[in-house]
């Protein structure tokens, strides 16, 4: 990162983090693999059963496929982004789901050195009634955003602790209230 003496900023105009998860790389392959084996008895069966228990095989075969691996891919990392206005969070590489938070809306940022998928039943995008929604792609240091209506929003992603330091100085400079 650049020091800028001169210009009396602390942080970047807009601050970028990123989380990755290498293991759900290894369901993207067990989902590619699904989806191999049905496009296999697809094409190569000898099944002599007639074609019912053979298409209910392969469109199973590719469902669950197709399901995993598309599943997996989405959480595979998550992009964060703080600008002047916002918050947006993005997964995996097209970028869905994603959210936008305005600052306007959060109340405070919190470092978290340790959030884990087991916290939240899983990886992915999750909601607990009891603890808020949250997007979990590894084990490991977070965020959580506190918003206006009392809910909260966590987030793994890697130097959590300058994300935070980042949201907090830009909500130091904002008006107190809920955006209408």
């Not at 990392?77 to 969070?89: G, I």
């Not at 809306?105 to 949250?134: N, S």
Request: charged share 20%.
């Amino acid at each position: 990162m650049r020091d800028h003496p001169h210009s009396g900023k602390p942080h970047p105009d807009v601050w970028t983090g990123r989380a990755t998860n290498r293991v759900q790389w290894l369901l993207a392959l067990v989902g590619a693999a699904c989806m191999a084996l049905g496009i296999e008895l697809a094409v190569e069966s000898p099944w002599t059963e007639g074609i019912a228990p053979l298409a209910m095989a392969v469109v199973g075969c590719i469902a669950a496929g197709l399901l995993v691996l598309f599943g997996t891919l989405a959480f595979v990392h998550v992009a964060l982004k703080v600008d002047q206005e916002c918050l947006e969070v993005r997964c995996g590489h097209i970028g869905v789901p994603r959210r936008r938070i305005p600052l306007s809306e959060v109340v405070g940022a919190d470092f978290v050195p340790l959030v884990t998928p087991r916290h939240w039943g899983g990886w992915g995008y999750r909601w607990r009634p009891e603890k808020g929604t949250a997007v979990v792609v590894r084990r490991g240091e977070g965020l959580v955003l506190r918003l206006w209506d009392g809910h909260t929003f966590t987030i793994t992603v890697d130097d959590a602790e300058a994300a935070v330091t980042v949201i907090r100085d830009r909500l130091r400079t904002r008006t107190p209230g809920p955006a209408h």
